[in-house]
T-cell receptor, first 115, second 116 residues
Framework: NAGVTQTPKFRVLKTGQSMTLLCAQDMNHEYMYWYRQDPGMGLRLIHYSVGEGTTAKGEVPDGYNVSRLKKQNFLLGLESAAPSQTSVYFC??????????????FGQGTRLTVV | AQKVTQAQTEISVVEKEDVTLDCVYETRDTTYYLFWYKQPPSGELVFLIRRNSFDEQNEISGRYSWNFQKSTSSFNFTITASQVVDSAVYFCALTVAETSGSRLTFGEGTQLTVNP
């Protein structure tokens, strides 16, 4: 009963370093999302994917890239980390048709600090 | 564009008090879905409720109840007889039908502290 799993849980990066956050879901969901959570701002959508091989920009996409080579995985990349990217990152997944009665399921979050 | 506003940044109550968390939303779409999520100190996001725009019935689940009023664009959440375990950040969120899936617009969150 894994649901949505994010790797890693914590990470400290130096400015300019790169890293990839991995999200895996086992619910056969079509949609996957990456959000960032900052104090006083709620969660904001970075990128999302409507299916294998497709990605789209969300509200705050600058500085991030994503890939969805397999339906169950959604990767978030930071090519050159900046202190402004210090945040908690959440991955989520859902079925494409919300009227089917399901909500988005979230991972445990990744706390990233860029120094 | 959609917007969700949770004007209460922090609320502090004493155990057993009732508390209401406010949520006001903006959208031009006639079909939309509203959500409440709970984020306890452990950090995960826990789904509480989903309500679609055509269903204005209030809902009660144990000590939790939700009041959806389209006339005021509000979807408020009340906890009756609050308990220490209710201490968390609560998020209200919105998605519209055209996007499909669940691209959520979140409010800023309300930090609820229930003191013993």
């Amino acid at each position: 009963n894994a649901g949505v799993t994010q790797t890693p849980k914590f990470r400290v990066l130096k400015t300019g370093q790169s890293m990839t956050l991995l999200c895996a879901q086992d619910m056969n969901h079509e949609y996957m999302y990456w959000y960032r959570q900052d104090p006083g701002m709620g969660l904001r959508l970075i990128h999302y994917s409507v299916g294998e091989g497709t990605t789209a920009k969300g509200e705050v996409p600058d500085g991030y890239n994503v890939s969805r080579l397999k339906k169950q995985n959604f990767l978030l990349g930071l090519e050159s980390a900046a202190p402004s990217q210090t945040s908690v990152y959440f991955c989520a997944s859902s079925f494409w048709l919300i009227r089917a009665g399901t909500e988005a399921f979230f991972g445990q979050g990744t706390r990233l600090t860029v120094v | 564009a959609q917007k969700v506003t949770q004007a209460q940044t922090e609320i502090s109550v004493v155990e057993k008090e009732d508390v209401t968390l406010d949520c006001v939303y903006e959208t031009r779409d006639t079909t939309y879905y509203l959500f409440w999520y709970k984020q306890p100190p452990s950090g995960e996001l826990v789904f509480l409720i989903r309500r679609n725009s055509f269903d204005e019935q209030n809902e009660i689940s144990g000590r939790y109840s939700w009041n959806f009023q389209k006339s005021t664009s509000s979807f408020n959440f009340t906890i009756t007889a609050s308990q220490v375990v209710d201490s968390a950040v609560y998020f209200c969120a919105l998605t519209v039908a055209e996007t499909s899936g669940s691209r959520l617009t979140f409010g800023e969150g309300t930090q609820l502290t229930v003191n013993p």
